[in-house]
């Protein structure tokens, strides 16, 4: 004889969690909310440094569409207003900008590695 099981009744007999256990989205939620904690006490320069982390991370992925949306916000950042070397960064900027679209990933990777080196150098940052 087959038992016959409700809905409810079934709904009732799946497994739970085990005690202890913390669901993914709880832990998610948490793990968003730290490391936007961790982000909102970066100074501007560490900000600049991430970004760079960034898009080296997405153009070693063949992330072209990460690496772009950080090259516009490294693009956002640059102060223009008397600034020589703001030019040259955009210069380089719009450089990797193509490397990307022509799905040269290794290339962008490459001068933002630089430029990340150069940039912790500059502000004696890791």
């Given at each position: 004889m087959t038992s016959h099981h409700t809905p409810a009744q079934q709904t009732a007999?799946?497994?739970?969690?085990?005690?202890?256990?913390i669901a993914?989205?709880?832990?998610?939620t948490v793990?968003?909310?730290?490391?936007?904690?961790?982000?909102?006490?970066?100074?501007?320069a560490?900000?600049?440094?991430?970004?760079?982390?960034?898009?080296i991370v997405?153009?070693?992925?063949?992330?072209g569409q990460m690496a772009q949306n950080v090259l516009t916000q490294?693009?956002?950042?640059?102060?223009f207003e008397n600034n020589d070397i703001a030019l040259r960064l955009f210069q380089l900027?719009?450089?990797c900008s193509r490397c990307l679209r022509d799905n040269n990933h290794a290339v962008a990777a490459t001068v933002l590695e630089?430029?990340?080196?150069?940039?912790?150098?500059?502000?004696?940052?890791?």
């Open positions: 007999e799946a497994p739970q969690p085990m005690a202890g256990t993914p989205s709880f832990a998610k793990a968003d909310k730290y490391r936007n904690e961790q982000l909102m006490n970066l100074t501007p560490q900000v600049i440094l991430k970004l760079y982390d960034t898009a997405a153009c070693k992925k063949g992330d490294l693009i956002a950042a640059l102060n900027y719009r450089y630089e430029l990340r080196g150069a940039w912790a150098a500059a502000f004696n940052l890791k």
